[in-house]
């Protein structure tokens, strides 16, 4: 494996906007550089399956601005065993395949992690993550994307929450982090966000009450986020319910409706800078690492650290919408 000629990519995971133009970042960059590529569809469910076939720089033409991946993503369950991972490394030496780039969350590099270690592979990842929960990036590919329509979302929401005086629980993705609905109630004037970062720290609802809202609003929006321990936003209304009656509260949950959509600029630059910076890492010898974006600066993190240690969220920026919501 020293010599690297043949590079696999494939999409792991939940899908995120910019995935496309990370795909067609990493075949091109690596054609240019002299490489062979070879897309796997469905992730490691098509590897362990065998779903693999060659790619050009055609393959990747008119993508940049589509969501979603061309080359699908699945969940699967045989990846997690050891036959099922001897069986894709089988699939990797039947089409010689030296290297992979995968593209994905923390369960994608997570799995990356130990194929790596178990069949000795060089494998860059990308982090291809709505939810921006992994450590050494500044952001993730789709968390900008995901940003921008939860926030068109809430701006929506909030005429009707001002036309007829309600509270309205907005429930927002993050696989219980938040990122999305804290910097999306900053960004969209919401007045507050109950994130499971703070959860052991204050009653977050009583203590959104407490600071009397209703004295100067006569409506107010609240980013939740998804959270099965406190059964997020419906579990936040029916609290209302019981514990504040003389509030109208209304739920909305905006789903995968954060996945999709035509990705930002910022996650098209994104994801083509780290895309191309894929093939350099691999050029320059390095292996099971991620890509991250740092300070502006595109820099290696292991799987190991880039898994286990989330990035910290800003104490500021909850004070800040606190500060902004009187």
């Known amino acids: 494996m020293a010599t690297i000629k043949t590079i696999g990519i494939l999409t792991s995971g939940g899908d995120a906007p910019g995935m496309n133009a990370a795909i067609r970042a ?27 076939g060659e790619f050009d720089t055609k393959s990747v033409s008119n993508i940049i601005q589509q969501g979603g991946t061309i080359l699908k993503t699945a969940r ?14 089988e699939n990797m030496c039947r089409h010689q ?3 992979l780039v995968v593209i994905g969350g923390d369960g994608s590099l997570s799995g990356a992690r130990i194929f790596a270690e178990e069949y000795n592979i060089a494998i860059v990842g990308l982090p291809g993550t709505i939810d921006n929960d992994l450590g050494g990036t500044d952001s993730t590919i789709g968390y900008d994307t995901a940003l921008n329509t939860i926030v068109e979302a809430v701006d929506k929401i909030r ?64 980013l939740v986020a998804e959270n099965p321990e406190t059964g997020g936003a419906m579990g936040l209304a029916e609290r209302v319910r019981r514990e504040f ?3 109208d509260a209304r739920v909305t949950i905006l789903g995968h409706l954060q996945r999709g959509g035509s990705p930002t600029a910022a996650d098209r630059i994104l994801a083509s800078r780290m895309g191309a910076q894929a093939i350099t890492a691999l050029i320059e010898g390095q292996r099971n690492v991620m ?21 910290k969220l800003d104490a500021t920026a909850i004070e800040i919408v606190k500060m902004l919501s009187i």
């Open 26 to 52: 990493v075949t091109r960059a690596a054609i240019y550089n002299g490489f062979r590529v070879m897309g796997i569809k469905r992730g490691y469910y098509g590897l362990v399956y065998n779903e693999i």
């Open 76 to 89: 699967c369950k045989e990846f997690t065993t050891v036959e099922g991972r001897r069986a894709a490394y």
């Open 97 to 99: 395949i030296d290297a």
């Open 159 to 222: 005429d009707t929450a001002t036309s007829h005086e309600r509270l309205f629980f907005v429930e927002v993705m993050g696989h219980m982090a938040g990122y999305l609905a804290l910097n999306g109630a900053i960004a969209s004037g919401a007045e507050a966000a109950i994130i499971p970062e703070m959860e052991t720290e204050i009653d977050q609802l009583a203590d959104l009450v407490s600071r009397g809202f209703r004295k100067s609003k006569n409506s107010a929006i609240v």
């Open 245 to 247: 009656p003389e509030y």
């Open 291 to 311: 890509i991250g974006i740092r300070n502006g600066e595109l820099v290696y993190t292991p799987f190991a650290q880039a898994t286990k240690h989330k990035c």
